[in-house]
Nanobody
Framework: VQLVDSGGGLVQPGGSLRLSCAVS????????IGWFRQAPGKEREGVLC????????YYGYSVKGRFTISKDNGKNTVYLQMNSLKAEDTAVYYC????????????????WGQGTQVTVSS
């Protein structure tokens, strides 16, 4: 199973980006899919998680109302739409596949994407 992250870049505060996570070697329904991020000098944190059983999605408090996850089963790709970006959203974002969501954090991680850099700055 391979996850390939893409879509990061430099954006001004208040702007938007859409990250992609292309999955190969399995279907999107085989795992709980989530995103983690890690900012310089900070611990890695879970951002959101979508359940494999019914696509229920859980969002972290810092991103709720601004970030949205969606699945395209035909393309076997998960998208993370990020709106109203803030400087504190700056981080490397990783798509992950795991066994289950516990709230907005994905657990029993099986596979990671390589990460994509998001920088929010004027």
């Amino acid at each position: 199973v391979q996850l390939v992250d893409s879509g990061g870049g430099l954006v001004q505060p208040g702007g938007s980006l859409r990250l992609s996570c292309a999955v190969s070697g399995s279907t999107l329904n085989d795992y709980a899919i989530g995103w983690f991020r890690q900012a310089p000098g900070k611990e890695r944190e879970g951002v959101l998680c979508i359940r494999s059983s019914d696509d229920t999605t859980y969002y972290g408090y810092s991103v709720k109302g601004r970030f949205t996850i969606s699945k395209d089963n035909g393309k076997n790709t998960v998208y993370l739409q990020m709106n109203s970006l803030k400087a504190e959203d700056t981080a490397v974002y990783y798509c992950v596949a795991g066994d289950y969501c516990s709230g907005y954090v994905t657990y029993d991680l099986r596979h990671w994407g390589q990460g994509t850099q998001v920088t929010v700055s004027s």
